[in-house]
């Protein structure tokens, strides 16, 4: 079981930045993809960034160019730079865990973090 906690969201306005952080713990394999999703009020949960363990991004449409992501293997965290925020991208962000490794297992969520533009 790996526990996921999410901290650095809130309240910021149009074009402005935040940095989302995101510390694992407990049974990390050494093969995982973690990610970044997130969840505007009212709308399905969807996929905002991905990084391998091996360092390979993926990125929503929605999003490339103004996030990154970014991990620290050796001290099992994942951040997410987030400029030019636009109202669009005020949601709860939560931290996702997936292991990939040959034996596979379940995904981990953290509890997630508002963060909120205002125009």
């Known amino acids: 079981q790996v526990q996921l906690v999410e901290s650095g969201g809130g309240l910021v306005q149009t074009g402005g930045s935040l940095r989302l952080s995101c510390l694992a713990s407990?049974?990390?394999?050494?093969?995982?993809?973690m990610s970044w999703y997130r969840q505007p009020p009212g709308k399905q949960r969807e996929l905002v960034a991905s990084i391998t363990s091996g360092g390979s991004t993926n990125y929503a449409d929605s999003v490339k160019g103004r996030f990154t992501i970014s991990r620290d293997n050796a001290k099992n965290t994942v951040a997410l730079q987030m400029n030019s925020l636009e109202p669009e991208d005020t949601a709860v962000y939560y931290c996702?865990?997936?292991?990939?490794?040959?034996?596979?297992?379940?995904?981990?969520w953290g509890q997630g973090t508002q963060v909120t533009v205002s125009s």
């Open positions: 996702n865990y997936r292991p990939t490794g040959f034996f596979g297992g379940l995904d981990s």
């Open positions: 407990g049974s990390i394999g050494r093969v995982n993809t």
